[in-house]
């Protein structure tokens, strides 16, 4: 079975620069996270969705991050403008919603913006 | 959601079991125990959860105390990929959040 795809795997730009990150959630899981992991402040959930609809974005960091969801099969975390403390690895995770499922989590993407 | 402590690191020889402890000593009555796994330069790995109950999968198993107050994940025959930093979650029924801690580093000795 797939498990969840992101990409791409690594990502070097210029501050300044947007910064589009993809994932392609498990077939049939209907809900979709987005962490960001730094060595200072760990991994740390900063939106996720639940059939398509975002339902918690509190810990998106500030509004040059957004993140979309337009089908059951794809999501983007997009970052405009960035800047060097956005450099992390970001991942992304799914779940199906029925019965506390656990969430599976993609191989990340690594971001480094200089 | 109730807070977890582990400790830091732990090194467990090859072949050996490894016990890795939590304390989740506020943990209510409506809140499960999660238990990742994340290996260098990858995702986390889910292994196990459990509410009251002792759990055992392909992976491992877990023992939750009576009084629910604390853990331990069991890894019954520890080989060098088991080497990774170890996540105790404790995590709402309903509540799809995961909040990672720092989890404990276990280190496989050859």
């Known amino acids: 079975d797939a498990g969840v795809i992101q990409s791409p795997r690594h990502e070097v730009t210029e501050m300044g620069q947007e910064v589009t990150l993809r994932c392609k959630p498990i077939s049939g899981h209907n809900s979709l996270f987005w962490y960001r992991q730094t060595m200072m402040r760990g991994l740390e959930l900063l939106i996720y969705?639940?059939?398509?609809?975002?339902?918690?974005d509190s810990g998106m960091p500030e509004d040059r991050f957004s993140a979309k969801m337009p089908n059951a099969s794809f999501s983007t975390l997009k970052i405009q403008p960035s800047e060097p403390r956005d450099s992390a690895v970001y991942f992304c995770a799914s779940s199906a919603t029925e019965g506390n499922q656990p969430q599976h989590f993609g191989d990340g993407t690594r971001l480094s913006i200089l | 959601d109730a807070k977890t402590t582990q400790p830091p690191s732990m090194d467990c020889a090859e072949g050996r079991a490894a016990n890795l402890p939590c304390n989740h000593s506020t943990i209510s009555g409506n809140e499960y125990v999660y238990w990742y796994r994340q290996i260098h330069s990858q995702g986390p790995q889910y292994i196990i959860h459990?509410?009251?109950n002792n759990e055992t999968n392909e992976m491992a198993s877990l023992i939750i105390t009576e009084d629910r107050k604390s853990s331990t994940l069991i890894l019954p025959h520890a080989t060098l990929r088991d080497t990774a930093v170890y996540y105790c979650i404790v995590r709402p029924r309903g509540n799809e959040k995961l909040t990672f801690g720092t989890g404990t580093r276990l280190t496989i000795i050859p």
């Open positions: 459990g509410l009251k």
């Open positions: 969705f639940n059939n398509n609809v975002p339902i918690d």
